[in-house]
């Protein structure tokens, strides 16, 4: 099986799972396992008319669809432009399916930060993806063994006092 197949068929899973869950709609379900139908070698950037013309619903329904996939982490998307005749135009994004835990739980945040400030105009997307760098680099230094952070700042107990918590967990 080759890894395009491997992450086609793990992605289907997952919104499988989330249809089951009642998480998703048939119509949400049907745009994500139409999504990955596009995945090939060079990529994944079907423009949301091809989309809908595959799976035969409305381009506004995929692109709720796909709205439903950026918030549940499921897929995240990037702009891609391109040059014509000295100035630059939008074309098709490119979707990458998100398949581990962690890169979901990222873009999922991502797309949430984008939500909330959407009324802000200075948000913009290039300063979502250098916050998500910045996460990313946190991300790093925090797994080096370096130091580990602590979920409510600086503990007030002991350590000895941990020890005892934790030994009195075991009793009960």
């Known amino acids: 099986m080759s890894r395009h197949a491997s992450v086609k068929a793990a992605f289907r899973e997952q919104v499988l799972g989330l249809y089951f869950d009642h998480k998703l709609k048939p119509s949400e379900k049907s745009v994500l396992m139409t999504l990955a139908t ?12 091809a989309i809908a013309r595959a799976c035969r ?29 000295g100035r630059w135009v939008r074309t098709s994004n490119t ?6 835990a ?3 739980v990222r873009a999922a945040g991502k797309h949430m930060a ?14 979502t993806q250098k916050a998500s760098r910045d996460i990313s680099i946190e ?34």
């Open 95 to 100: 979707y990458r399916l998100l398949i581990k």
């Open 114 to 127: 984008r939500a909330i400030f959407r009324g802000v105009r200075v948000l913009s997307d290039r300063m």
């Open 102 to 104: 962690a890169d979901q």
């Open 38 to 49: 596009f995945l090939g070698a060079d990529g994944l950037y079907p423009s949301h008319e």
């Open 139 to 172: 991300e790093k230094r925090l797994l080096s063994g370096r130091r580990y952070p602590e979920p409510h700042g600086p503990s007030q107990l002991s350590p000895g006092e941990w020890v005892e918590i934790i030994k009195s967990w075991e009793t009960t």
């Open 57 to 85: 619903y409305s381009v506004r329904t995929v692109i709720r669809a796909l709205e439903r996939g950026y918030e549940l982490g499921l897929i995240e998307r990037t702009h891609r432009r391109k040059r014509v005749e």
